[in-house]
C-alpha cells in the first residue's frame, strides 16, 4: 500500500491509504473534529508558533533520536535476532544508544519541568512521539527511569491515560517485557 515498502499505513474510510506516521497525524488533525465539537484531542495544539513547536519536537524524537537511541537499540536487541544479520549484539552500537538515551532523557526533564506537556501547556503529537519510543524502549528494560524523575513524571502520567493502557498489554514474541513497564506507578 506505500510504495516506500514502509509502515505505518492508514487506510481512510474512503480507501485512500496515508503513509508515514507524520502524514498520518496531519491527516487525523485535519478530519478529526476538535475537543470543542465532542470528540478527541488535538495532536497540533495552539496557535501557528504552538503548532510549530509540536512539528519540531516531533521531527526530532522521529528523525533524532530514533536515529541516535531507538534504531540503535531495537536493531542490536531485536532486529538482530531475527533479521537477516543475526548474531550477538554490538556492544558499541548498545553502549552509543544507551549513552545518547541519557542524553534524550535529559532533554525531556528539561521540558517536563518549563511545560505541562513536552510542547505546552497541552498535551500533542510530540507527546505521543516521544512515549512510542520511550514504550519499545521501556519494554526491553533499557530506560534508566530512575536518574530521570521528571521526564518519568511526564511518562507515567501519559501512561496513565486510559488511550495508552492498551498499548501496555501488547507483547513482543520471545521478548518478556521489564518488570515496570505494565506498571502505571512505576
Known amino acids: 500500500m506505500n510504495p516506500a515498502g514502509t509502515v505505518p499505513v492508514f487506510v481512510t474510510d474512503e480507501g485512500v ?29 495552539g496557535n501557528a508558533e504552538e503548532r510549530a513547536e509540536v512539528r519540531r ?5 522521529q528523525r533524532k533520536f530514533n536515529e541516535e537511541v531507538t534504531g540503535y ?3 542490536e536487541k531485536v532486529f538482530r535476532r531475527f533479521g537477516p544479520k543475526s548474531g550477538s549484539p554490538d556492544a558499541d552500537a548498545m553502549r552509543a544508544g544507551r549513552e545518547n538515551l541519557r542524553y ?3 532533554y525531556i526533564s528539561h521540558l517536563s519541568d518549563q511545560r ?6 497541552s498535551l500533542s503529537f510530540a507527546d ?3 512515549a512510542a519510543h520511550l514504550s519499545a524502549l521501556d519494554y526491553l528494560g533499557e530506560v534508566p527511569w530512575e536518574q ?8 507515567a502520567l501519559l501512561k496513565s491515560r486510559p488511550s495508552f493502557r492498551p498499548l501496555l498489554a501488547d507483547r513482543v514474541a520471545g521478548f518478556t517485557p521489564a518488570e515496570t513497564y505494565a506498571d502505571l506507578d512505576f
Open 128 to 130: 505521543l512521539a516521544a
Open 148 to 155: 530521570f524523575e521528571l521526564a518519568k513524571s511526564w511518562y
Open 116 to 121: 505541562s506537556w513536552l510542547a505546552g501547556e
Open 17 to 45: 491509504p496515508v503513509c508515514g506516521a507524520y502524514a498520518i497525524s496531519e491527516y487525523l488533525h485535519e478530519t478529526v473534529p476538535a475537543p470543542s465539537q465532542g470528540r478527541g484531542f488535538q495532536l497540533f495544539p
Open 73 to 75: 537499540l531495537l536493531e
Open 104 to 106: 534524550h532523557l535529559s
Open 57 to 61: 519536537l516531533v521531527d526530532w524524537f
